[in-house]
């Protein structure tokens, strides 16, 4: 028999085949694997006799016929359109249990602080990881000397670009963007070149804020970061308000919190002093509103950079940086999914 017999044959009998019954005695018929008339067909051919060419060809119209046979019993003939359902496929089937994934929680008090934020009028811009020396040093008013532009703690890259050391970086640009009034808040990954431990990463998470209208003072800033707090913690935290220097706040202030991994008494986490740096933050320097084209007599605002790890730490008691970053499963499953 040749192959365009066998099909006509099986595309017959195929139409003959009404019930369920006469299609299976049929399947095995025709796809048996001890007698299948396809199956074994090529068993009654002489390959050797064939050019190269003959048996590229039949090999191609024999895979054809195969095919449209398996796919005639598997509920479907070749030319009907796909996404008939299967009789075997039971949609009613409940779903086996899967453990869902859970949010890092660096994620996890990210996404509440832009929900806050959000919700006090603040737009949410992340920035870029890779920065200019401008944008990271010049514009933020750090002099051209300051040790933090050397190798040992900026990673440098090649082109003459960093990756960007803090979210502050993104100030100036969003000024020039938005112009004032502006509030806006930057979440996002910084770089830095440093040696390890209990506190200390090469990459890590800080929020940025800042608020600029006309007269911006402390009053507001205060107000602002007692909302962060409250809105993160759910709860009284002790907090203490120290002056601070950074060249892009004109006053500048550390807002510590009492360690809430140790109660205060002291552990490595706070360097044994029971305070933990959290909120620095401050008025806008002169300098880079203007860098950002905005008008120093005109507006005023303040700004305040959050390290999103050390605060997951703080608020889910993590004693370790490693482990936020360590990617172990055992760690991250004790989080929720979602908010
Ligand atoms: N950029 C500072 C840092 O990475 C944090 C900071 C301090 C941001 C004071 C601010 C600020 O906006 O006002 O250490």
């Avoid at 220097?245 to 807002?255: A, K």
Wanted: charged letters at 25%; a negative charge.
């Amino acid at each position: 028999m040749k192959l365009a017999e066998l099909k006509e044959q099986f595309l017959h009998d195929l139409a003959e085949a009404k019930s369920a019954e006469a299609r299976e005695e049929l399947r095995t018929k025709y796809l048996g694997r001890k007698q299948g008339l396809i199956t074994n067909f090529q068993k009654s051919v002489d390959m050797r006799a064939m050019s190269v060419e003959a048996r590229k060809e039949f090999g191609k119209l024999f895979n054809q016929l195969k095919e449209l046979a398996e796919n005639a019993f598997a509920g479907k003939t070749a030319g009907e359109a796909a996404g008939d359902i299967r009789p075997e496929i039971d949609l009613t089937m409940p779903v086996s249990a899967m453990a869902p994934g859970s949010l890092h929680p660096v994620s996890l008090v990210q996404l509440e602080l832009e929900q806050l934020f959000t919700d006090m009028g603040f737009m949410v811009d992340s920035g870029y990881e890779v920065e200019t020396e401008f944008n990271n040093f010049d514009g933020p008013n750090i002099p051209k000397d300051h040790p933090a532009r050397e190798a040992q703690d900026t990673f440098w890259l090649t082109n003459g670009l960093l990756l960007r050391t803090h979210t502050t970086a993104n100030q100036v640009r969003v000024m020039r963007r938005f112009g004032a009034p502006l509030r806006a808040i930057f979440p996002g990954r910084c770089f830095r070149a440093e040696n390890l431990d209990a506190s200390h990463e090469n990459t890590f998470y800080q929020l940025e804020g800042l608020m600029i209208d006309k007269n911006i003072t402390i009053a507001n800033l205060i107000a602002v970061m007692k909302t962060l707090l409250s809105g993160v913690f759910h709860k009284e935290v002790t907090v203490r308000l120290r002056p601070g220097f950074f060249p892009f706040t004109e006053p500048g202030f550390e807002l510590d919190i009492e360690c809430l991994i140790c109660g205060g008494s002291g552990c490595p986490t706070c360097k044994r002093s029971g305070w933990v740096e959290l909120l620095p933050c401050g008025l806008i320097h002169p300098n880079v509103l203007k860098n950002g084209l905005i008008d120093p007599n005109e507006y005023s605002g303040f700004a305040f950079g959050v390290g999103l790890t050390r605060l997951a730490m703080m608020k889910y008691g993590i004693s370790d940086i490693r482990y936020l970053n360590g990617g172990d499963i055992r760690v991250l499953s004790q989080f929720p999914a979602m908010l």
